[in-house]
């Protein structure tokens, strides 16, 4: 099945414990992105990448890591979580010439 | 990339046809109209893309006139299940399509 996964789903830490949320898709999608969700403020992209060793800021960087050292995975790093980094993020992949992202099923992370 | 402009919110009733318009008044020549639906503390979930006239699929259709300074998603006979955050996204896959932003969408509310 052609998916998108995310792990953890669910993660509460404290402020400054590095921690990583991990992405992989099994598409062999060149394009992969991290969003973070907010009320209010709609979905917001952090990092993407058009393929291996390629990354690129998106809006809100701020924060946070990513690495493409394989095409499937995507995990976004976060080197000193703080309080304002408690979201709900997505991952998304899709072939370079598409329109149709493909979501992950989001990780609901809070920083204390 | 295209500034996209739709309403905040929308409500219906089930079995009622919902058009969602939204406005992109400075889309480019080679830009793809393409929405999302996002359901609550899920990813969003591409629905359908066009380029003019009309695009018909199994979920919905996608209505855009010789301008395409608008384009409007028509969900056919709506259930309780399509109450769901819609997201129109304007833009070229060989231009940044990439780093769209999803912004805040329409929130639709059907009611019994």
């Known amino acids: 099945e052609a998916q998108v996964t995310q792990n953890p789903r669910y993660l509460i830490t404290v402020t400054g414990k590095k921690l990583t949320v991990t992405c992989s898709q099994n598409m062999n999608h060149e394009y992969m992105s991290w969003y973070r969700q907010d009320p209010g403020l709609g979905l917001r992209q952090i990092y993407y990448?058009?393929?291996?060793?390629?990354?690129d800021k998106g809006d809100v960087p701020e924060g946070y890591k990513v690495s493409r050292k394989e095409k499937r995975n995507f995990p976004l790093i976060l080197e000193s979580p703080s309080p304002n980094q408690t979201s709900l993020y997505f991952c998304?992949?899709?072939?370079?010439?598409?329109?149709?992202?493909?979501f992950g099923p989001g990780t609901r992370l809070t920083v204390t | 990339l295209a500034k996209t402009t739709q309403p905040i919110s929308m409500d219906s009733y089930e079995g009622q046809e919902v058009n969602i318009t939204c406005s992109h008044n400075n889309i480019a020549t080679n830009d793809y109209i393409t929405w999302y639906q996002q359901f609550p503390s899920q990813g969003p979930r591409f629905i359908i893309q066009?380029?003019?006239t009309k695009v018909t699929n199994e979920v919905a259709s996608l209505f855009i006139p010789a301008d395409r300074k608008s384009s409007t998603l028509s969900l056919p006979r709506v259930s309780l299940s399509d109450t769901a955050v819609y997201y129109c996204?304007?833009?070229?896959?060989?231009?940044?399509?990439?780093?769209?932003?999803f912004g805040t969408g329409t929130r639709l509310l059907v009611s019994p």
């Open positions: 066009g380029y003019k």
């Open positions: 996204l304007v833009g070229d896959v060989n231009t940044g399509f990439q780093k769209l932003v």
């Open positions: 990448s058009m393929n291996v060793e390629v990354t």
């Open positions: 998304a992949s899709s072939q370079l010439t598409s329109y149709e992202q493909y």
